[in-house]
């Protein structure tokens, strides 16, 4: 695989500021579902524009996979998402990865750590 430019690569997500390509994550509690049990739809809402604009949505959240497509299900949302994933505890990858969620996030050449 050719190896693009950060620039470039930013350059095929965002248009004017504006993600107009892209993988996006999102999370479930309190971002879509809320505290008081509501739908938060104006979230909702940009992830359904930003599935017309051909992003790929995957939804997750630290209650597991069960619980983010029951909710992707209230939310009306099964038919835009790729995905419902737990949220990781471990994160193997060459990039540092830095979120309050994951616990370790561990190299390629550190997977023997494991």
């Known amino acids: 695989m050719e ?3 950060k620039e470039e690569f930013w350059e095929t ?3 004017g500021g504006k993600v107009v390509n892209g993988t996006i994550y999102c999370d479930i509690d309190l971002t879509i579902k809320m505290a008081d049990d509501t739908i938060n739809m104006s979230v ?3 992830l359904k524009e930003l599935y017309k604009k051909n992003c790929e949505i995957y939804l997750w959240s630290q209650a597991g996979a069960r619980h983010c497509r029951e909710v992707a ?3 009306d949302l ?3 998402i790729s995905g419902c994933l737990p949220k990781p505890d471990i994160c193997i990858d060459d990039l540092d990865i830095k979120a309050d969620f994951i616990w370790k996030t561990v190299k390629p050449n550190e997977v023997d750590s494991l």
């Open 44 to 46: 909702v809402n940009k």
């Open 13 to 15: 997500i965002f248009e």
């Open 78 to 80: 099964l038919k835009i």
């Open 73 to 75: 299900e209230e939310a």
């Open 3 to 5: 190896k693009m430019r």
